[in-house]
Nanobody, 127 residues
Framework: QLQLVESGGGLVQPGGSLRLSCLVSGRNGFSLALYTIGWFRQVPGKEREGVSCIGIDADSTYYEDSVKGRFTISRDDSKNTVYLQMNNLKPEDTAVYYC?????????????????WGQGTQVTVSS
């Protein structure tokens, strides 16, 4: 069983930045290096959408169109942690952000491909 804990959410003004972190832990000897990781977001009344995903090859990344050029996903396998740097935030980025991981080298950035999920962190972009 894996545990995923997101942090870094909060309230920010439009144009501001936040960096989300997701620490993944498991049994002794666990390494995130063999897992694909994704960031998803959800607003009330809408389905959870894939924002960005990264495969075990850190050059294999996906970004949803609306965040391209503004968000950057990265991973530090030595720390079992994945990050989402969010710049130039917009009000429409307001959502609960979840990280998810799956034991696979690469995956489509869609909800059903990921088994392990964090509890989410709220991001609110408002003036």
């Amino acid at each position: 069983q894996l545990q995923l804990v997101e942090s870094g959410g909060g309230l920010v003004q439009p144009g501001g930045s936040l960096r989300l972190s997701c620490l993944v832990s498991g049994r002794n000897g666990f390494s995130l290096a063999l897992y694909t990781i994704g960031w998803f977001r959800q607003v009330p009344g809408k389905e959870r959408e894939g924002v960005s995903c990264i495969g075990i090859d850190a050059d294999s990344t996906y970004y949803e169109d609306s965040v391209k050029g503004r968000f950057t996903i990265s991973r530090d396998d030595s720390k079992n942690t994945v990050y989402l740097q969010m710049n130039n935030l917009k009000p429409e980025d307001t959502a609960v952000y979840y990280c998810a991981t799956e034991f696979i080298s690469n995956a489509q950035c869609v909800e059903w491909m990921f088994e392990h999920w964090g509890q989410g962190t709220q991001v609110t972009v408002s003036s």
